[in-house]
Every structure is written in C-alpha cells, then in structure tokens.
C-alpha cells in the first residue's frame, strides 16, 4: 500500500535526493580509476566502494521494499552491503580494495540507474512514509559516506611518495602568525535536557531527549591549535607516560606517535602536514586535526584542564557557538583558521564513551543497525569538520570513533 505525500514536501525531498547525489559525483570527478581502487588500511574504504554502497543503500532499503523489484546485479547485495547483518552475507571489509570489477564505469551506470528509479517514484508519489524516511535517511547516511570518502582518499594519497593533491589551493598566508588568545565562556550548571528536539532530522543516536544534571563549566571559546601543539611537543608530551591514559601510552609506544597524523619534521625542524592539496608548513592558527581520543585527553592534562562531556558540550553550544560557514568546500578541505565562538573545522573529542542515551531504543529490520550496534569502544565527538557537508551539523549529532583513530578530521576544545 503506498501513501501519497503533499507535493511540496516530495519535491523538497526529491531536490534533496538529487543534490546529495550530485555531491558524491562532484567529489569524485577529479579522481582516477587508479585512485578510486584501493584500500590504504582497513579501516578506510576504496572511494568506488563509497559510490557504490550509498547506491546499494537507496536499492536495498527503499527500492527493495516493493515485493516486484529485481535487483540491478544480485551481486551486489554482497559486494557493497557493509554491516548489516539482518541483510546477508557480505564482502570482507578488509579487502573491498581486491575488487577490481566492476570498475568505476559500471558503478556509475549503477549510480545512475538507481538514482533515475528513485527520483521517478518520488516525481509519482509512489513510496510508502516509511519508503520516503528512507530516503531521507539514504540522504544522510551519503553525506556521512561523503566525508569518508575524502578521509579515506587523504590516507591514502598520503602513502605515496610523490605526495599528489586532491585539490589544488593557493600558498596560506603567513603560517607562523599565531592563534587569537585562548579565552573561556561560562555554562551554567543544574538541570537542562540535551538529544534530538524533534524539530528535523536526527540519527537514533541522538534520541530520546532527556534531562541530565551538570555542574558549573567554563569551555574554550575556541578550538586548541597547532600553535599550542607545537608547545605540547617541545614540553615532551608524547615522550611522558603521566600524561596518558595507559591503553594511550601504548598507543604511543606502538606507533611511535611523536605528532599529530600526517605530520613530519623536516630537516630544517620545521613541521609540515599532508593536506588534500599536498604536503604544506603548519598553519599555527589552525586547529590541530587528525589527534586521538588518548592524545587530546593527554593534552588537556598536560594544559591542566580536561575535555568536556559531550552534555556539557552541548550545553555550551547551545548558548552560543554556531557551525562556520564554508564546510566542505570542495576547493579548500582543509580547517580555516580557528575563531571564536564556531564550529566546524575539526570534530572535537569528549570525555563521554559512546554509549546509548536512557530508554534508546534501536528501529526494527536491519536498519536498526544503523548505529545502535557499535556502543562500545568508541568516544564521542562532536560538531562538525571542514569536510562535513554543510546540511549535516548539528549540535545534538554524535559522532564516533574508536580512541586510537586519527584518520578523521578530528581536534578538541578544552574545559575546565
């Protein structure tokens, strides 16, 4: 039985369907078939995989729902599922970089013949409210896989020795010029509510919405920059064991972490890092990207402050800081220089293991394994980065890693 919609909201939906698709493409224009294969570690997917699962995403859940459908390739449903278990059997993570076939070129007709059956039961009114929460689900979940996507092509394109760009910018200005100064914006304790008001979307991790208590806080008015890294590392922060936690100080040990991911002293001393647009000096008034869990913890201990809990983040957002404009420009990927008072360079680390919220409950089918089955081992992070779509932040989202990961745009703000 299908549900007919008011037009408006099918053609804002639509329009938003074909927007989100036409993001991916145009990330992906500049990229070879070369680049789009391989798999620089397991925790990154080749970006065909990313292309290709968004599409199997949209087929699965929402095309797959009508009793008639008939699957483009079965193959497929193997190739491209990710984790859902309740769905098959499916490709090992690991090796999604062995499938050479099909290459980019079928994976694009792919693309397009999903996206052309959708947008036509959109146009006819046809999906069920299930079937068009979906899809705006669908629309989320790509711009999620989006920001992966240029996280993975970074990992990998920072293995190669000739150091190649994704995206060509002009020099920074003046990449010693210091940070503005550090300074610190009173939250207030005692009851407030924090998760998902109902207002727009919102993933199931960010539900229900409920009370907590907090003492008083003061939060950064600002990210932590390189600047301040630059005196972490001259202080010997990755070379004293007080200062981490112990699963942290193994992390050091095994990695041998003395910097930030993809940064290199160079014979000079001078520091640089592997952007998107090549390897360039570090920019001292950017917020420091690509640090841990265990490496933000050891730097607010090392700084004599903490990292804040995620509900004391978002208190502190909530009376007053907003997501910058510009993210995801796809002519930068990189952090602007911080600034008061916003959002959106670098995804900020928080005390707060990621756990479910009270009376969480995880939706029937397989889609409710969307994010209810990875709460443990992981931290919570929030905000947003420089390559998060611009449609995606908001205050409640919960973002997660495990506490070793430096491959995300990640940073910290400090509290105390």
């Given at each position: 039985m299908t549900t007919t919609v008011a037009r408006p909201d099918l053609a804002a939906l639509a329009a938003r369907f074909a927007e989100v698709r036409t993001r991916t493409d145009r990330l992906t224009h500049g990229l070879s078939p070369e680049d789009q294969t391989p798999q620089s570690?397991?925790?990154?997917?080749?970006?065909?995989?990313?292309?290709?699962?968004?599409?199997?995403?949209?087929?699965?859940?929402?095309?797959?729902?009508?009793?008639?459908?008939?699957?483009?390739?079965?193959?497929?449903?193997?190739?491209?599922?990710?984790?859902?278990?309740?769905?098959?059997?499916?490709?090992?993570?690991?090796?999604?970089g062995h499938v050479t076939r099909p290459g980019i070129a079928a994976v694009a007709a792919y693309r397009a013949d999903v996206e052309q059956q959708v947008a036509a039961r959109l146009e006819a009114g046809t999906l069920t409210e299930e079937q068009l929460d979906l899809v705006e689900l669908g629309c989320h979940h790509e711009e999620q896989h989006q920001e992966l996507l240029l996280m993975d092509i970074k990992h990998l394109l920072s293995g190669n020795v000739l150091q190649p760009t994704y995206v060509e910018r002009a020099p920074d200005d003046d990449p010693t010029a210091g940070p503005t100064p550090l300074r610190w914006t009173h939250v207030s304790g005692g009851v407030t509510h924090v998760g998902d008001d109902g207002a727009g979307f919102a993933f199931d991790n960010e539900r229900p919405r409920h009370r907590v208590w907090l003492e008083d806080v003061e939060i950064g008015t600002r990210q932590v920059t390189n600047a301040e890294w630059f005196d972490f590392i001259a202080d010997g922060g990755y070379t004293r064991?007080?200062?981490?936690?112990?699963?942290?100080?193994?992390?050091?040990?095994?990695?041998?972490?003395?910097?930030?991911?993809?940064?290199?002293?160079?014979?000079?001393?001078?520091?640089?890092?592997?952007?998107?647009?090549?390897?360039?000096?570090?920019?001292?008034?950017?917020?420091?990207?690509?640090?841990?869990?265990?490496?933000?913890?050891?730097?607010?201990?090392?700084?004599?402050?903490?990292?804040?809990?995620?509900?004391?983040?978002?208190?502190?957002?909530?009376?007053?800081?907003?997501?910058r404009g510009g993210l995801l420009d796809p002519q930068r990927c990189h952090p602007s220089r911080a600034s008061e008072v916003t959002l959106g360079d670098v995804w900020e680390w928080t005390a707060s293991a990621y756990v479910p919220y009270p009376g969480f409950e995880t939706a029937p089918g397989a889609v409710g394994e969307y994010n209810g089955k990875f709460m443990n081992d992981q931290h919570v992070l929030r905000g947003a980065s420089a390559i998060t779509p611009p449609q995606h932040p908001r205050t409640t989202y919960r973002n997660f890693f495990p506490a070793a990961a430096r491959w995300a745009f990640s940073g910290l703000r400090l509290a105390r």
């Open positions: 570690m397991t925790e990154a997917s080749p970006t065909k995989w990313h292309r290709a699962h968004t599409t199997w995403f949209f087929e699965e859940f929402v095309l797959g729902a009508d009793p008639g459908y008939r699957p483009r390739d079965p193959a497929f449903r193997y190739l491209f599922n990710s984790y859902y278990e309740a769905v098959g059997e499916r490709h090992p993570r690991a090796a999604r064991p007080d200062l981490w936690l112990s699963d942290g100080w193994a992390s050091v040990q095994d990695a041998g972490w003395r910097a930030p991911g993809y940064w290199r002293e160079d014979d000079d001393g001078r520091w640089t890092t592997f952007t998107l647009s090549g390897r360039r000096p570090v920019v001292a008034a950017e917020p420091v990207c690509h640090v841990s869990f265990f490496e933000a913890d050891a730097f607010a201990r090392w700084a004599g402050q903490r990292l804040p809990t995620e509900q004391e983040w978002e208190a502190g957002a909530a009376s007053g800081l907003e997501v």
